[in-house]
């Protein structure tokens, strides 16, 4: 059965950072592209940060250069480091898995598992 798990969502201040954990079973999770998605309340899904098989990161402009995205196959775990928060930072934040040769990260239809997701709110 697969299995995406997130943990690490919380309540900070603005400037603040959080680190997000997503625990992966159930499939070859070191063969998967891994991504971060995130939905605002009254807002679409968007996906925010990529990681490929190999460790090559992508990032959409709003998060780049404040968030990091990192996995540890060993561990069947991906991450992801996130600093200088803002309160429009406020979203679920879900982790997901896709075949790497299989469309677009930034479609919401190229996922093949999801997680719950995990809830993240920052406060001016």
């Known amino acids: 059965q697969v299995q995406l798990r997130e943990s690490g969502g919380d309540s900070v201040r603005f400037g603040g950072s959080l680190g997000l954990s997503c625990e992966a079973s159930g499939f070859i999770f070191s063969e998967y592209c891994m991504a971060w998605l995130r939905q605002a309340p009254g807002s679409q899904r968007e996906a925010i940060a990529h990681?490929?098989?190999?460790?090559?990161?992508t990032y959409v402009d709003s998060v780049e250069g404040r968030f990091s995205i990192s996995r540890d196959n060993r561990k069947n775990t991906l991450y992801l480091q996130m600093n200088s928060l803002k309160p429009e930072d406020t979203a679920m934040y879900f982790c997901?898995?896709?075949?790497?040769?299989?469309?677009?990260?930034?479609?919401?239809?190229?996922?093949?598992?999801w997680g719950q997701g995990t809830q993240v709110s920052v406060s001016s």
């Open positions: 997901a898995a896709l075949k790497c040769w299989d469309g677009s990260w930034l479609a919401e239809s190229s996922y093949e598992y």
């Open positions: 990681i490929g098989a190999s460790g090559r990161t």
